[in-house]
Nanobody, 118 residues
Framework: QVQLVESGGGLVQAGGSLSVSCAAS????????MGWFRQAPGKERESVAR????????YYADSVKGRFTISRDNAKNTMYLQMNSLKPEDTAVYYC???????????WGKGTLVTVSS
């Protein structure tokens, strides 16, 4: 059983930057594909970014491409999401997830709220 804990959310002005982290425990971190998802009020959860087990391959949603960077440190059992040029529409609860493949996320964190003010 893998436990995931997000941290680093908060309030930031539009155009600003914020970094969120996901600390994993209870499993072999490098065995899992990892991803960041978000859910805005009144909207469905969407995939933001994903990263392969080694960290060599990444995927970004079109809405964040060029602004967000996903990374992981397998030695520290931690995944990161660096968010730059934030927009009000980036406001959401950000969740980290771990799974056996891109479309099979098994473990989820409880989320961290990111609020971007205009």
């Amino acid at each position: 059983q893998v436990q995931l804990v997000e941290s680093g959310g908060g309030l930031v002005q539009a155009g600003g930057s914020l970094s969120v982290s996901c600390a994993a425990s209870g499993g072999t971190f490098s065995n899992y594909v990892m991803g960041w998802f978000r859910q805005a009020p009144g909207k469905e959860r969407e995939s933001v970014a994903r990263i392969s087990r080694s960290g060599e391959s990444t995927y970004y949603a079109d809405s964040v491409k060029g602004r967000f960077t996903i990374s992981r440190d397998n030695a520290k059992n931690t995944m990161y999401l660096q968010m730059n040029s934030l927009k009000p529409e980036d406001t959401a609860v950000y969740y980290c997830a771990a799974g056996s493949s891109t479309y099979n996320m098994i473990y989820w964190g409880k989320g961290t709220l990111v609020t971007v003010s205009s």
